[in-house]
Each structure stands twice: as structure tokens, then as C-alpha cells.
């Protein structure tokens, strides 16, 4: 059978193929319930996957980075029995991958754990507390907006040229 | 008696069923017990995330109280840890560092993996828990 150039089937392999990433922002909206931190972590690593410039390394610090917000956002629903979201939001800008994870909680001061280290006796006596550490360190820029309606913690990840050999 | 065997492993798992409280949806994260020579290990399938941290929290502290040795804690089927993932960990360090005598270390990190091996460089828990990258040698208590 005569081969078609228009088939893509047959066409050549060495022409190069367009990723077209998604520009627009994703929402994912989860139930505030910690059953749901390893869905969100999920989406969010496979979303991160589909660019090449985000390492796979990048991409755990991600996924630990995000698996943290989320916790805390449930964390910070309040307990009155009402049905809470916690909203992720990602978007690729041509420099970042920016994750907005937004809670319906009542705000706190992220200012009180700014400078706090990653391991401390505090850390060990409580067994916990990394968690905005963890995101600091993991990601490129964290920032904290608080209104009366939720906390939203802003992850980025910046996307590196890809080097060419 | 192999049957015996099965059926109890079969319940330890069914144990492992966390159902969080404010949820109706369960994670399931396999932790299996058996015993080597003395030493007993956990090992340890799945995340450990919020979701499933309780449960390995409870089980590290049934073992450090009940076996002969030590304990060694098999993560090298374990992709994914978070912060409180890491706080089961402290939680079970802190209750063998109580227990211990000084002639045997009593829990041991066998074999973590990627993400786990390097958020526990990353907080510098490596130099505080006992962390072995081989899983035979950690089993054999050398």
C-alpha cells in the first residue's frame, strides 16, 4: 500500500511534535477532608508532568510542597459541621508552574513561622510543624494572602530553560 | 497451618484500613508484621501522608512495645512522605530512645527511597533516626 504523508500514522518520526501546555488556569476543588491531600497531590504531580522543564526531582518537591498546603488548609476548615473546599489552583506562566491552594479557614499570621528551621526541639516535641518550613524550602517563592475568607498559600516553581546539549 | 498464616496476615491488613474521621472514604496502607530472629519488621506499602500516618503511628508504637530486639522499619515500598509522615517516625524514635538500654538500636530505617531518603537529608532527621541503606543488614541487627 502507498504510504501518504498526510497520514499521521505514517509520517516521518524525526519531525518534531508541539506540547502545547495548558495556559489557562485549572481549578481543582477537593472536600476538606484528609482523604482527599493525596488526590490533589496526584493531579498536581501528573499536571506537572506534562512539562519537560520541571524535573522529576522538581516535581516531588512539588508534590510534598502541595501535599503540606492542602494539609494545612483542611486542617484549617472550621469544625461546625458545614461541608468545606479547599481549592487548588495551577497555572503555567512562561517562567513558573504556580499553585494556589485556598482554604475556607479563619486566617493565621504565616509571619509566626517565618524564620522557624526545619529541624528544632520544638518539631521534636510536638512531632510535627514542617509543614510551612517544608513548603518554603521546597518551592521557589511561597507567599501567604489571608482574608476573612481563607487563607490561599501560593507555591511557585520556576521552569528552567532546558538545556541544550 | 499455612492457612492459619495467611488468614492472620489477611486480618493484620484488614486492621489497616484507616477510616478518617471526617470522612466516609477509606486509604488503605498496607503495613505488614513479621518477625526475624528476634527483630520485628514493619513493612510499609503506600504514601504516608496525614491520611495514613495515623495508622503507621499506631503500629510503630505496638511494636517498639512489644518486640524482643528492635524493630526495623522496611520503607523501600514507600514512594512518598510528608510532615506527617515524619511525625510518626519522631513519635516512634522518641518511645525507643525511652526503651533503650544502650546494647541494641531499637528502630531502623531500612532502605528509604527517592523522595523519602531525601526529605529525610533535607530535615536532617537522618542524624537524629537510625537510617540503614541496606534492608538485610538493618534485619540482621548489624
Given at each position: 500500500m502507498k504510504q501518504s504523508a498526510a497520514n499521521p500514522a505514517t509520517a516521518p518520526l524525526s519531525e518534531p511534535v508541539p506540547v502545547v501546555l495548558p495556559s489557562k488556569p485549572i481549578k481543582l476543588e477537593i472536600p476538606a477532608a484528609v482523604a482527599y491531600v493525596s488526590v490533589a497531590r496526584l493531579v498536581?504531580?501528573?499536571v506537572a508532568s506534562s512539562d519537560s522543564r520541571l524535573s522529576e526531582s522538581r516535581r516531588e518537591d512539588l508534590k510534598i510542597a502541595v501535599s503540606e498546603a492542602c494539609t494545612n488548609a483542611v486542617h484549617a476548615a472550621p469544625d461546625d459541621g458545614e461541608p468545606h473546599r479547599v481549592?487548588?489552583?495551577l497555572e503555567f506562566t512562561p517562567d513558573s508552574f504556580v499553585v494556589d491552594v485556598a482554604d475556607e479557614g479563619g486566617g493565621f499570621d504565616p509571619e509566626t513561622a517565618n524564620d522557624s528551621p526545619l529541624l528544632d526541639d520544638e518539631k521534636m516535641a510536638a512531632e510535627g510543624g514542617f509543614g510551612i518550613p517544608l513548603m518554603r524550602v521546597l518551592s521557589d517563592q511561597t507567599e501567604f494572602k489571608t482574608r476573612n475568607t481563607g487563607t490561599t498559600v501560593r507555591l511557585v516553581?520556576?521552569?528552567?530553560?532546558?538545556e541544550v546539549d | 497451618m499455612r492457612g492459619d498464616a495467611r488468614s492472620e496476615r489477611r486480618r493484620q491488613h484488614v486492621n489497616d484500613w484507616v477510616t478518617p474521621t471526617s470522612s466516609e472514604h477509606a486509604v488503605l496502607l498496607d503495613i505488614e508484621r513479621t518477625e526475624h530472629e528476634g527483630m520485628?519488621?514493619?513493612?510499609?506499602?503506600?504514601?504516608?501522608?496525614?491520611?495514613s500516618a495515623p495508622a503507621l503511628r499506631s503500629r510503630l508504637i505496638e511494636a517498639v512495645n512489644s518486640t524482643k530486639r528492635g524493630l526495623v522499619l522496611d520503607l523501600r515500598k514507600v514512594p512518598f512522605i510528608d510532615s506527617f509522615g515524619l511525625g510518626a517516625l519522631i513519635s516512634a524514635h522518641k518511645r525507643t530512645a525511652a526503651h533503650a538500654d544502650g546494647a541494641q538500636p531499637l528502630m531502623v530505617l531500612a532502605d528509604p527511597v527517592g523522595p523519602v531518603a531525601q526529605l529525610l537529608r533535607l530535615t536532617q532527621l537522618d542524624t537524629i533516626l537510625d537510617v540503614r541503606p541496606d534492608f538485610e543488614t538493618a534485619r540482621a541487627g548489624e
Amino acid at each position: 500500500m502507498k504510504q501518504s504523508a498526510a497520514n499521521p500514522a505514517t509520517a516521518p518520526l524525526s519531525e518534531p511534535v508541539p506540547v502545547v501546555l495548558p495556559s489557562k488556569p485549572i481549578k481543582l476543588e477537593i472536600p476538606a477532608a484528609v482523604a482527599y491531600v493525596s488526590v490533589a497531590r496526584l493531579v498536581v504531580g501528573a499536571v506537572a508532568s506534562s512539562d519537560s522543564r520541571l524535573s522529576e526531582s522538581r516535581r516531588e518537591d512539588l508534590k510534598i510542597a502541595v501535599s503540606e498546603a492542602c494539609t494545612n488548609a483542611v486542617h484549617a476548615a472550621p469544625d461546625d459541621g458545614e461541608p468545606h473546599r479547599v481549592v487548588v489552583s495551577l497555572e503555567f506562566t512562561p517562567d513558573s508552574f504556580v499553585v494556589d491552594v485556598a482554604d475556607e479557614g479563619g486566617g493565621f499570621d504565616p509571619e509566626t513561622a517565618n524564620d522557624s528551621p526545619l529541624l528544632d526541639d520544638e518539631k521534636m516535641a510536638a512531632e510535627g510543624g514542617f509543614g510551612i518550613p517544608l513548603m518554603r524550602v521546597l518551592s521557589d517563592q511561597t507567599e501567604f494572602k489571608t482574608r476573612n475568607t481563607g487563607t490561599t498559600v501560593r507555591l511557585v516553581f520556576y521552569r528552567p530553560a532546558l538545556e541544550v546539549d | 497451618m499455612r492457612g492459619d498464616a495467611r488468614s492472620e496476615r489477611r486480618r493484620q491488613h484488614v486492621n489497616d484500613w484507616v477510616t478518617p474521621t471526617s470522612s466516609e472514604h477509606a486509604v488503605l496502607l498496607d503495613i505488614e508484621r513479621t518477625e526475624h530472629e528476634g527483630m520485628s519488621v514493619l513493612t510499609v506499602l503506600g504514601d504516608l501522608d496525614v491520611a495514613s500516618a495515623p495508622a503507621l503511628r499506631s503500629r510503630l508504637i505496638e511494636a517498639v512495645n512489644s518486640t524482643k530486639r528492635g524493630l526495623v522499619l522496611d520503607l523501600r515500598k514507600v514512594p512518598f512522605i510528608d510532615s506527617f509522615g515524619l511525625g510518626a517516625l519522631i513519635s516512634a524514635h522518641k518511645r525507643t530512645a525511652a526503651h533503650a538500654d544502650g546494647a541494641q538500636p531499637l528502630m531502623v530505617l531500612a532502605d528509604p527511597v527517592g523522595p523519602v531518603a531525601q526529605l529525610l537529608r533535607l530535615t536532617q532527621l537522618d542524624t537524629i533516626l537510625d537510617v540503614r541503606p541496606d534492608f538485610e543488614t538493618a534485619r540482621a541487627g548489624e
